[in-house]
């Protein structure tokens, strides 16, 4: 047993113990020992002399992140741990904490006081007089009481002498009528014969023993306030007053019956129209589309491009020449006229253009851009000029 006893101590930590640094301590392996660092250190290799050193140091739990502290906790670190703490107005162990209660979160009754109990917790307790949990108390006694020692009087009322009691009481202030402790306000007694207060559209009539303001005929309301009658409109569902192209449906959003016009016919259900809307009726072109134009906000028929109309007739378009009027024009020597097919007095016919010495022929036009070309067989030269004569040139030199 000493054998046994001392094969323990005389391991190899027996030596090894002494060269583990500080926070560290010495763990047998086999024959050979290892120092490694104590719970809460970690180690920080740095370059010795001898080469490389170990040594443990402080793991610091709070700016690592390796705290488990409340969100409303402070860590604070310390060697080989950690502790948290609850913030100020927060109380527990550090890992929860809940916020502390203070006075001002309770709603204690008027007649309470908030006190902090034992545990630092707020608790209502009912004032010397009254009775209670704290957050309703009662007055203890009642009527009769001096309400000079306790003022459990009502708000409308005052704590006065009573001479036939021969004690302070509480009093209902003039107005208000009570016990003292509940007032309440006495009710008016001033009917409309004395008041004149029914609406200008009402009588003040004596009934049932009482004077009370009643709306005039056509008129209708409590008699303080009246509003004229509205005749009550028929509605279709009892007499069918719907146009022939309608129907009476119910709408339950209107929570009412209402005519409604056909489909193919426009109206408030009282008059119908024909539509011709294609959205109701297709009465466009087969070359058309029925769009929405937002600017009339009805549905329209459109000639598709290439095609123009009124959406319900759509012809295919044609490069239409741009001809100035129904006239020829011709060559003569030296000039360009144009004579109109129909000359009137005010429309005689025009010179277009005069170039000297030329001798014009073989007139034609290019009606896409608006020229006149002609050949100038005495310069042996073709010619351009617009429609009107101006910017004449030569076109092609010989
Ligand atoms: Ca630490």
Redesign the pocket.
Known sequence: SKLTSHSTVEGPCRQGSSQCGPNSKCVEEGDNFRCVCEQ?YEYLYEDDVNGEKATCL????CTSGRDNCHLYAECV??????ACRCLLGYSGNGVNCERTLTCNDLNCDANAECDLGPNGIPVCRCKAGFEGDGYVCQHVGGIGEDCRIVNYCDSHASCNFNPTAQKFQCQCNPGYTGDGVVCIEEESPSTCDVANNCDENALCVYQYGEYVCECNSGFSGDGYKCVPETPVPVSCNIENICHPQALCVFDSSADEYKCRCNAGFVGDGYQCTQSHECNTVENCDRNAQCTYDSSSNRYQCKCNPGYSGDGKSCQLEEATPKFEGESLLFAQGMSLLQMPFNPTRNNPGKLVLMEPYQTAIGVTTDCQKGHVYWTDVAHRVIRRANYDGSNSEVFIKK
């Open positions: 809460g402080d793991i610091n739990e670190n310390l060697p080989g741990s950690f």
